[in-house]
């Protein structure tokens, strides 16, 4: 961003996230379009640690999430390798990305999506979890996780408080492509643009018209029932993620995704 400053403040030398101040707003950067995004335990701690870096300067008054690569998010790194007890491990990074999730919604700063890309999967809950989610029209969105023999679990925190049941049901289920459009239409997305950058550009100003105190009261009021059912779910649902994906029909979805090829489910 011209004029402002850029860095990646998690002390790794490979940024997948970048982090980068101009005036009153915070540019964070999904930046691994190696992988399309995925949610890497790197990825998500960089972004993490964008989030605690905008909340403690007093002269942020708006987080714009946003992405290289023509992909916003295209959910779990299926290609990351496993340390210790499968179970234990998969359960630690669905708590991992719960933290992250809850950092969005409890960040006292408007955390706003820019986005102009496929959206797959865990990706969706990120989008969830900002409170002003805005589509270009290259934006597409699908939650395959059933496709592959797992579910969105963890990403339920977000997404069930936003979508409406019935779209709930189809997407979850069906893991089917829908438009920009369509994610306003449910709830998902706040709206779609064909000019992402203009319409990013009006909701900033006008967050930018509001006090500090203002918009981190205002936001509490928005997301109280939200971090009520973290408090209450998460643990539930990353055994239940863990459960689901250590299971012998999950390695067969997954390996065919990597693969290329149709699943060959036992029943």
């Not at 491990?89 to 706003?112: D, M, W």
């Not at 500090?212 to 109280?224: F, M, N, R, V």
Request: proline share 4%; aromatic share 4%.
């Amino acid at each position: 961003m011209a004029g402002g400053q850029e860095r990646n403040d998690t002390g790794n030398d490979a940024a997948l996230v970048t982090y980068a101040v101009d005036g009153h707003v915070a540019r964070l950067t999904l930046d691994s379009p190696h992988n399309r995004n995925a949610l890497s335990s790197r990825l998500v701690d960089q972004l993490h640690s964008g989030l605690r870096a905008a909340a403690a300067d007093p002269a942020v008054r708006t987080v714009v999430l946003g992405h290289t690569g023509g992909t916003f998010c295209a959910g779990a790194d299926l290609s990351e390798a496993s340390d210790g007890d499968p179970f234990d491990t998969t359960a630690a990074r669905a708590r991992e990305l719960a933290t992250v999730l809850r950092a969005i919604i409890e960040s006292p700063v408007p955390v706003v999506a820019a986005i102009d890309g496929h959206v797959r999967a865990g990706g969706l809950g990120l989008v969830g979890a900002c409170d002003i989610a805005v589509a270009g029209p290259r934006s597409t969105f699908a939650l395959t996780e059933a496709r592959i023999g797992v579910a969105p679990a963890i990403i339920s925190l977000t997404l069930l408080p936003k979508l409406t049941p019935r779209a709930a049901a189809r997407y979850y289920l069906t893991g089917e492509t829908f438009t920009a459009a369509t994610a306003a239409e449910i709830g998902l997305i706040t709206l779609s643009a064909d000019d992402l950058d203009t319409a990013i550009a009006g909701v900033v100003a006008d967050l930018g018209r509001g006090s500090p105190q203002g918009l981190a009261a205002s936001k509490a009021l928005t997301t109280a029932a939200v971090l009520a059912g973290f408090d209450r779910d998460t643990e539930r649902l990353a055994v239940e993620s863990a459960r689901l994906f250590v299971s012998e029909e999950a390695r067969e979805g997954m390996l065919a995704f990597l693969e290329k090829r149709q699943p060959r489910w036992q029943r």
